[in-house]
């Protein structure tokens, strides 16, 4: 970074030192801008990137709720409102004990970057709550969610703020959290994204993040290295969501995913993942990833799920959650020649492990480009709600894969633009930041 750029984050630095997540992605984007900055002196005298590199508001609550024993629990909810200069904000909820101000903040962040790499008019943000939905019952979680939505109503709509789902936060949530919308608005309007089919949910909303990386993935595959997911080995992180479909979508185009992981252990399976096992342990029974042996015993279960990444492969998906990927994995994977790594959480892999890979020549990807497909889908559900109308699983899917593939054409040519053509967090950064840039400029200080 220049001074210029060196003196903006000192001062996050000394205010925000206590917000490690945050900080991160705060370096880690504005060590990408200092030839922007050269090139437009405009965003100085403006200050558009101090303005940027900060949330518009944080909103902070209490959540008090009511176990299944009649006793009130306690817990912080959030909503960080980071930037609406291209649309009205947008972003997950996030329910997980580790939530709190800094770990949103970094992920609104980020969530700016990604929603103006997608093409579509949306800001960026992120919310939730240090709130465990696991071990609770249904009732409970309904509970707890209207008791959220009680506070957060007063700060979303349509074209202010369209919350989604994320970590913790998936179709039992979406649909409780919006039919308490409804009751408190006294409205049907399209507030939430991922809602179910039956109320305004889009088709292919439950695959796009794992879909859309294998998209991303294979772009990158074909155009970097002339190659493709065909005979590939890929070790993939996770068994939610994005590591469930990213796993049946590198299957689909020929690759063989030989690992998945939980928050215990992971399980590999050299014949390859049997993924509609996986899906009743995961999304039927909501179990641990190492009942898969029960059916499976010629997999292997290893209760250490920080050893995945010296499984030998050719691609790595992590796609479990941040900082889950660090600068000792990255040389076991280097060393096991890796070609690509494409992140499917938000900000996986450590700044060291990212940059070793660039300068070992592996593909690296990050998430806000290669794990938007999840809020591209969210956006395409939003204009399905304007019009009333409801698109085939083959026409989302379909703009999806576009998506995609746009967002890696145009990251790349932004990476070669600026002179370091493979790479892609440079290029994603730069690119994002522009059009924010240049929306926050056109529409004054405000």
């Known amino acids: 970074m220049n001074e210029y750029l060196e003196n903006i984050y000192k001062d996050l630095e000394a205010k925000y030192f206590y917000q490690k997540e945050y900080l991160n992605a705060a370096k880690e984007i504005l060590s990408s801008l200092e030839l922007v900055v050269n090139q437009h002196p405009e965003l100085v005298t403006e200050k558009v990137i101090e303005r940027f590199i900060v949330p518009d508001r944080i909103i902070t609550f209490r959540v008090s709720w009511l176990d299944d024993n009649n006793n009130v629990q306690i817990n912080t909810g959030y909503r960080v409102q980071f930037n609406s200069s291209i649309g009205p904000y947008k972003g997950g909820l996030r329910f997980h004990p580790s939530v709190n101000e800094s770990i949103l903040k970094f992920l609104g962040l980020e969530q700016v970057l990604k929603n103006a790499l997608t093409g579509l008019p949306m800001g960026g943000g992120k919310g939730g709550a240090d709130f465990d939905p696991k071990g609770k019952s249904d009732r409970e979680v309904m509970r707890f969610c ?60 439950t695959e796009a993040t794992g879909y859309g990386l294998c998209y991303f993935a294979s772009k990158a595959l074909s155009t970097l290295r002339n190659t493709s997911f065909k005979d590939k080995r890929i070790v993939i992180s996770g068994s939610g969501n994005v590591a469930i479909y990213a796993c049946q979508k590198a299957t689909e185009l020929g690759g063989k995913v030989v690992t998945l992981s939980d928050s215990n252990g992971y399980i590999y399976d050299e014949e390859g993942i049997d993924l509609a096992l996986v899906k009743e342990i995961k999304e039927v029974r909501r179990g641990r990833i190492k009942e898969y042996l029960e059916k499976r015993p010629s997999a292997k279960y290893v209760p250490n799920s920080k050893d995945i990444w010296s499984v030998k492969c050719d691609i790595a998906l992590p796609c479990a959650t941040q900082n889950e990927l660090d600068l000792d994995d990255a040389k076991k994977l280097v060393a096991n020649n890796v070609i690509g790594v494409f992140e499917g959480a938000n900000m996986p892999c450590s700044l ?91 529409q004054g200080i405000i």
């Open 146 to 205: 209207q008791s959220f939505m009680n506070e957060l109503y007063k700060y979303i709509g349509p074209n202010e703020d369209v919350p989604a789902g994320d970590l913790g936060v998936g179709g039992r949530e979406i649909g409780y959290m919006y039919g308490q919308y409804r009751k408190l608005v006294g409205r049907e309007e399209g507030t939430l994204t991922g809602k179910g089919l039956t109320f305004g949910g889009s088709l292919g909303r």
């Open 352 to 442: 060291d492990a990212i940059k070793y890979f660039q300068d070992n020549k592996v593909i690296f990807s990050p998430g806000k480009a290669s794990n938007a497909g999840g809020v591209a889908v969210s956006g395409l559900e939003m204009s399905q709600n304007s019009l009333r109308l409801s698109w085939t699983f083959e026409e989302v899917d379909k703009r999806l894969k576009d998506i995609m593939e746009n967002i890696f054409d145009n990251t790349y040519k932004t990476a070669k633009e600026y002179g370091d053509e493979e790479n892609l967090l440079l290029g994603a950064n730069i690119f994002g930041f522009i059009k924010v840039a240049e929306a926050m400029l056109k």
